[in-house]
């Protein structure tokens, strides 16, 4: 396996436990919830919903894990959220990452920034283009390509975006094994992923951008949840 699960297990054991609470809850996923890490605020903590199956609950975790610390090999920047320790909680054993927040300290989505009307949905199909090609041209292999996977990071004039979630295959197989260790195949894979998403990414940011309040929220955990069967059985 490209990466060592005894390992990540060493490093989660030998971690100092961290306590988390319903209060640090920043936002829900079908596999994962994402927690403030109060101690350090520039960083939050992704968690398993199944902590009695981590590795399952945090596939995604781990391939985002090892891409993370690949382009940080030839980077110090990147259009990702850079994932740095794993750790263990009193919720499971947790990823921790970067915290991705704007110049006033919020974290605000492509979606909320769609919705306040402080981009256009061409600026953010251009955003967003702009990062799949930084992305071939790096071989990050992104798969989900939800408007609330991009978070805008530092000044509101500059509109910088970063991904935080799915920039990374959802499944753990030999295939996901080739896409990382190829930076060619991984350039491909990212732009099949998107041509599928385009049309799909753009209706979306049309419906939110002109108001539509069913558009205007993440979908509920219920609804996430379903299309990630959905999407598992197709």
């Not at 054993?93 to 061409?122: A, N």
Request: proline fraction near 3%.
């Amino acid at each position: 396996m490209y990466f060592s699960y005894k390992k990540i297990a060493k490093e989660i054991n030998n971690s100092e436990q961290i306590i988390l609470h319903d209060d640090d809850i920043l936002s829900y996923g079908s596999n994962r919830i994402c927690y403030l890490y109060k101690e350090h605020p520039s960083k939050l903590i992704k968690i398993s919903r199944d902590s009695n199956h981590w590795k399952k609950g945090h596939r995604q975790s781990l391939s985002e894990w090892y891409v993370s610390q690949k382009i940080k090999k030839m980077c110090k920047s990147s259009h990702i959220s850079f994932c740095h320790t794993w750790v263990t909680t009193n919720r499971g054993p947790g990823l921790v990452v970067d915290k991705i927040f704007d110049d006033k300290g919020k974290s605000l989505t492509l979606r909320k920034l769609l919705f306040r009307k402080e981009l256009t949905v061409d600026k953010a199909l251009i955003l967003v283009e702009d990062i799949i090609r930084s992305f071939f041209n790096s071989g990050i292999p992104a798969s989900d390509f939800n408007i609330d996977n991009f978070i805008l990071n530092g000044n509101h004039n500059e509109y910088k975006l970063i991904m935080v979630d799915g920039f990374s295959p959802k499944k753990l197989n030999f295939k996901t094994y080739l896409l990382l260790k190829s930076k060619r195949l991984s350039g491909f894979y990212t732009h099949r992923k998107w041509q599928q998403a385009k049309s799909q990414f753009t209706k979306c940011a049309q419906e939110v951008y002109a108001g539509n309040y069913r558009y205007a929220a993440a979908p509920p955990l219920h609804a996430t949840s379903k299309a990630s069967s959905d999407n598992s059985r197709g």
